[in-house]
């Protein structure tokens, strides 16, 4: 099974961008797929998550700045962040399947 995380950057405060998650070698749809953020000295937190209903749920700190989808097949989902802030700074990771399985991460660095 493969995670691979895209999209990280580098973007001035205010800025945008979107993150993608893909998901290969499973024999099933995956049924849970989260972002998580892992600031610069600090625990990993949750960002985001989209369950199998489409119904999509976002942690307090991004919440009306983020909108995340699934693709049809249910192995990519996709985080697009805007209004970024230098605390959005961090390696967000991919989790698959309720920790089962774990991107490598993407960097995304806000400067002010």
């Known amino acids: 099974v493969q995670v691979a995380e895209s999209g990280g950057g580098s973007v001035q405060s205010g800025g945008s961008l979107i993150l993608s998650c893909t998901v290969s070698?499973?024999?099933?749809?995956?049924?849970?797929m989260v972002w998580y953020l892992q600031a610069p000295g600090k625990e990993r937190e949750y960002v985001a998550t989209?369950?199998?209903?489409?119904?999509?749920s976002y942690g307090a700190s991004v919440r009306g700045r983020c909108t995340i989808s699934r693709n049809r097949a249910r192995n990519i989902v996709d985080l697009q962040m805007n209004n970024l802030h230098p605390v959005d700074t961090g390696v967000y990771f991919c989790?698959?399947?309720?920790?089962?399985?774990w991107g490598e991460g993407s960097q995304v660095t806000v400067s002010s």
């Open positions: 070698g499973l024999p099933t749809c995956p049924f849970s």
């Open positions: 989209v369950n199998s209903g489409n119904t999509p």
């Open positions: 989790n698959v399947n309720d920790g089962a399985y």
